[in-house]
């Protein structure tokens, strides 16, 4: 895939779309309609001029992503959004004599409405 010559990536990914009840950050529980995308083992990259020897950005293997998008069904029609991802390496390419990398990077984002979030205390 590659978005805008900007990002690139290759490998594995699933989507899936369902309805399901969910438990928020106070211990409410709210039915949601959710749409999920995911990836394992997956190369990308985000800059400029990616697979030229010309490239500057960050380059990063063996990610594994999952993203949420829930979305109220009744009620308040909340949504929220969840995001975990884990790198295997980054690194940072394209200026000469410049070394930057990073093994085994995590990202984690939780957003929601107000205070709340979706509570995964129970799937950790």
């Known amino acids: ?3 805008f010559g900007f990002f690139q990536v290759s490998g594995g990914f699933a989507m899936a779309k369902a309805s399901d009840t969910i438990t928020l950050s106070d211990d409410s529980e709210i039915d949601v309609d ?3 995308l995911g990836g394992s083992g ?3 990259f985000a800059g400029l001029n990616g697979n030229t020897s010309d490239a500057l950005g960050l380059e990063l293997s063996d990610v594994d992503f999952g993203l949420a998008f829930f979305n109220e069904i009744d009620g308040a029609s909340r949504s929220f959004t969840s995001l ?3 790198a295997g390496q980054v690194a940072f390419t394209g ?3 410049l070394t930057v ?3 085994n990077l ?3 984002i939780n957003r929601g409405e107000g ?3 979706a509570d995964f205390s129970e799937n950790a």
């Open 115 to 117: 205070n709340l979030v």
């Open 101 to 103: 990398e990073s093994n």
């Open 84 to 86: 975990r991802a884990t």
């Open 106 to 108: 995590t990202v984690e």
């Open 1 to 3: 895939v590659d978005a």
């Open 95 to 97: 200026v000469d004599d």
């Open 34 to 36: 959710l749409l999920t």
């Open 42 to 44: 997956v190369d990308a």
